[in-house]
């Protein structure tokens, strides 16, 4: 089942990428369209008990009915053109809010509530969920995280969608912007892509660094 809520967002996420490619009548065709495909998808969504997991599936769940939608009237690579920006809008209306924004860029509140996220969920321990192993601070690492159960790929398999996760991986990418100042986002693997496991390091990049305040790069510096 999919909420009423994350389905607003998810149409207002939509509709500035859909108005690159559709005129007006076509937007809404979409936005209706993504709405019968919430409907289809909604039986297949799991039952997660943390918050924590339900957020995280939730752009899975909003990817695959806006690919869904854009499938009726687009080929496939056409449709697959639009999900990066949908992807990276979702991304960034996760940070609409101020006191969003002020805690992930600010070092003390951000780590204490990864740490949350983190070992909130594997108290959980749901199949259908994430799992972590957590790297504290070490020389240059600010912290580290292990994804080594990936509930967005199991999803997206099932769904019959693999090849949309990448594009949800890379939304990993373009959130650096909201990190405190002085860390940047590092990877070497994905499970997505093959990789036994997500290897997320978040790294100082100016010596010292402390306190914080946002990172925000240049436009198109990632």
């Known amino acids: 089942m999919v909420r009423e809520r994350q ?5 207002r996420f939509a509709r500035p ?20 495909a919430y409907a289809e998808v909604g039986p297949h969504v799991p039952v997660l008990r943390s918050r924590f997991n339900r957020m995280t599936l939730a752009i899975a769940v909003d990817v695959l009915a806006l690919f869904r939608a854009l499938r009726t009237e687009l080929r496939a690579d056409e449709a697959s053109a639009l999900v990066q920006p949908f992807v990276d ?3 960034d209306g996760q940070f609409e809010s101020p006191i969003a924004r002020f805690g992930y860029a600010h070092r003390p509140t951000h780590l204490l509530y990864r740490k949350l996220w983190f070992s909130s969920v594997n108290r959980a321990d749901e199949p259908d969920g994430q799992k972590f192993e957590f790297l504290p601070t070490e020389g240059t690492r600010f912290y580290g995280v292990d994804v080594v159960r990936c509930g967005i790929t199991k999803f997206l398999t099932a769904m019959g969608a693999p090849e949309l996760t990448p594009f949800i991986c890379r939304g990993d990418l373009h959130i650096q ?6 860390i940047a986002f590092r990877r070497t693997q994905v499970i997505a892509d093959g990789g ?5 390091r978040y790294v100082e990049t100016t010596p ?3 306190g914080g305040g946002p990172g925000m790069p240049r436009p198109g510096s990632g």
Request: proline fraction near 2%.
């Open 196 to 200: 036994e496991r997500c290897d997320f």
């Open 17 to 36: 990428v859909l108005e690159t490619r559709f005129d007006a009548a076509g937007v809404e065709r979409m936005l209706e369209a993504m709405r019968r």
């Open 177 to 182: 912007r909201y990190l405190p100042k002085g």
């Open 208 to 210: 010292g660094g402390a």
């Open 89 to 91: 809008g979702w991304m």
């Open 7 to 11: 389905l607003r967002r998810a149409l």
